[in-house]
């Protein structure tokens, strides 16, 4: 009887509405209704259970449940104290940990990785700056069972690769070429491996009858709870069982309904699991193989499925990253095979037969080696500049009405639609200068109208005072990646002219790494001596070295003093944008101001000199500027104490408005012909 109702229930499309009208009505209160910790941050003690732990280089991350999540930082002090507690840690465990609490930062450069909204979606609201910390081991038997597993795979060689494709562990792994390359799918534990687990399964099992899917079932739970309950692998873990359950108890429901019923629980169960990016690829590619007809050829059918994938994950992939690889549809040709048939089951062969690691190795060298080919063919890159989320719906609608007619027509407007999302931001009849917070250092990038020319002045650099190898971070925060994702966002792939003011680091470091990743046709070096960071960047790309150069748009005058002094000799610009004016002083003195006032200097907007250094801006000097805005570029809590009081000072007197980097985030001005606008990130 209760059979019955429950399959009349799940039957019925009323309910199924019913229940989507829910789950709607909850996902929009959980994003209007703001959620806050119940901790204060004077709380200086805190203890809790750990979730997950992560080692790497000296640092140690933990996210721990205690009261409600919390993501906590600890730097070690020696390499014995490393070791010792990564012996010692493990899932399940105990610890105490005494520090300060803090909110994370969040993005500090538009359209780039927002730290704060990921964890905040992840219900992490604080994090935590360990000064002690004390792990004690637990009693739960599963969650030592994981940690056993974990530190077993640490044991071998190639561990990284063991943890990503067993435990969907990625922490280790360099992931930069694997995702340009868009196969980036493979290495997180989801349908594919499930599907290829329950299969081997079933056919280890098949002895059992109709227990098997139960047995299944059960060990599906076990290995979702050793990669922590992912979002992709519950879809795909849970999606087993319920076609199980719908096949033993005759509840003669469809596929596609059950599917759904899954993705609504899921929902209604975390409301947040909407802006998990391994979510939104697992449901909207799983969602559309459902209507996707098997083809005869295995090959041709990895084709047509590879490229429905890639369709259907366009926007998730442009949204993130602000780029795609159309020749991903060929790359998996070659890579899904290999790594569903050969790579991924020899890791499970490896594990258990540890003598044939050096078999192992060869497999994953190929794997490697075909891997950074791919990775060195850039043909097939497109930037996909930002759009509102939910413009991308009006795409999803074109694919939906193409599936359901099969009409050409629907691919002209899908592609149209693409055409109209790559070429807006050009469309632009203002131009846009941003001052990058690239902490403490300095980048400016200049776009004109139409971006028919784009310049930047100096790129940033972050220095490593790491010295020993036992400190060193497999995975570094690359600035330069961030400004290549801010740039792609804006729909820029190719900078005109790098301008590089002068040789210190804060000002050019990142420049051989964003020369590599983006287009660049030329480089503008000042006349003094070159310093090593100079050296080696002209020996690398001299053919883009240029010391003159006339803009297109931009026109400017530039400024240059020879001195044995690297600050003083830095490049200055005064930039013409329309009628408004940009006076770029790099790192220069006071003495090089003191020469200036024999020239035109009188500017709209100055990026003050040195970081505001009491070493620059003089008060002479800034009085004949008279700009309407002054931008101080400086990192937070810097070792320099930068600005200096005495520069503040100066600008106040002069009522001159200043901003920082360091306060308001990335700034930026929108210039048209006939007005300056400022903006900022924070």
């Known amino acids: ?80 104290e490393k070791n010792r507690i990564a012996s010692s840690i493990g899932y399940g465990y105990k610890v105490t940990l005494v520090g300060e609490l803090a909110y994370p930062d969040g993005n500090s450069i538009p359209n780039t990785f927002n730290y704060q909204k990921y964890l905040y979606y992840h219900d992490v609201y604080l994090i935590m700056n360990v000064t002690k910390i004390n792990i004690s081991s637990t009693n739960n038997v599963w969650q030592n069972v994981k940690t056993n597993i974990y530190r077993y795979l640490l044991r071998f060689e190639n ?51 109709s227990k098997k899917d139960l047995i299944i079932s059960l060990l599906l739970i076990f290995y979702a709870f050793l990669v922590g309950f992912t979002p992709s692998v519950l879809r795909s873990s849970l999606l087993f069982i319920l076609i199980s359950l719908n096949s033993y108890f005759d509840l003669k429901l469809s596929n596609k309904r059950l599917f759904l019923y899954l993705f609504l629980a899921l929902l209604i169960y975390n409301p947040f699991y909407l802006m998990d990016m391994g979510f939104q690829y697992s449901f909207a590619i799983c969602f559309t193989f459902l209507f996707l007809k098997s083809s005869k050829g295995y090959f041709f059918n990895l084709l ?105 027509k629907y691919v002209l407007l899908i592609m149209t639609f ?81 301008i590089l003011t002068h040789g210190d680091y804060d000002h050019m470091g ?19 001596n070159f310093n090593n960071l100079e050296s080696d960047l002209f020996k690398k790309y001299s053919n883009k070295i240029v010391f003159l150069y006339e803009p297109v748009f931009f026109k400017w005058t530039m400024f240059y003093n020879q001195s044995k002094a690297e600050n003083n000799a830095s490049l200055i610009f005064k930039i013409n944008v329309y009628s408004k004016t940009f006076l770029m002083m790099g790192d220069a003195s006071k003495n090089e101001e003191k020469e200036l006032l024999k020239e035109n200097i009188l500017s709209d907007v100055i990026k003050i000199g040195h970081h505001g250094s009491n070493t620059s801006s003089d008060k002479t000097f800034l009085k004949t500027v008279n700009p309407e805005y002054a931008i101080i570029s ?49």
């Open 159 to 209: 561990s990284d690769f063991l943890l990503a494709f067993l435990l969907g562990n990625t922490s280790n792994l360099e992931l930069e070429q694997i995702r340009d390359n868009g196969i980036s799918h493979l290495f997180a534990v989801s349908g594919m491996h499930i599907s290829l687990f329950a299969l081997v399964l079933r056919k280890m099992l098949r002895k059992f009858g």
């Open 1 to 80: 009887m209760f059979l019955q109702i429950l399959k009349t229930i799940l039957q019925s499309n009323k309910f199924l509405i019913f229940l989507s009208v829910i789950t709607i009505f909850l996902v929009i209160l959980a994003f209007l209704i703001p959620k806050d910790s119940v901790y204060s941050l004077n709380t200086e003690e805190i203890n809790g259970t750990i979730n997950s732990f992560k080692i790497d280089g000296n640092m140690l991350r933990i996210d721990m449940k205690a009261k409600e999540k919390i993501t906590a930082f600890y730097y070690f002090d020696s390499e014995e």
């Open 304 to 408: 047509k499925t590879s490229l429905l994938a890639f369709t259907i994950s366009l926007p998730i992939t442009a949204m993130n990253f602000y780029e795609i690889n159309i020749l991903s549809v060929i790359w998996n040709l070659f890579f899904v095979p290999y790594v569903t048939f050969i790579l991924y089951p020899a890791c499970f062969i490896v594990i258990f037969f540890p003598f044939l690691s050096a078999i192992f190795s060869i497999i994953l060298e190929v794997f490697n080696l075909v891997n950074s080919w791919c990775a060195n063919i850039k043909i097939g890159v497109i930037i996909i500049p930002y759009i509102a989320s939910f413009i991308w719906i009006i795409y999803y609608f074109l694919i939906a009405l193409f599936l359901k007619f099969k009409q050409k």
């Open 510 to 528: 990142n420049a051989q790494e964003l020369v590599n990743k983006l287009t660049v046709r030329k480089i503008m070096l000042n006349k003094n």
């Open 634 to 682: 400086v990192g937070r809590n810097n070792r320099y104490n930068h600005p200096s009081k005495e520069t503040l000072k100066t600008l106040n007197e002069l009522n001159i408005p200043y901003f920082l980097t360091s306060e308001k985030n990335t700034l930026w001005f929108k210039v048209s012909k006939k007005a300056l606008k400022l903006y900022t990130l924070n």
């Open 418 to 498: 693409l055409l109209i999302v790559k070429i807006y931001p050009k469309i632009n009849l203002n131009s846009f200068i941003y001052f990058l917070d690239v902490g403490q250092g300095d980048a400016a990038v200049f776009i004109s109208p139409w971006q028919k020319e784009v310049i930047m002045i100096d790129t940033g650099g972050i220095m490593n005072y790491n010295n020993e190898s036992w400190q060193e971070r497999k995975n570094k925060i690359s600035q330069s990646e961030t400004i290549k994702t801010f740039l792609n966002s804006k729909g820029i792939s190719k900078i005109d002219l790098l």
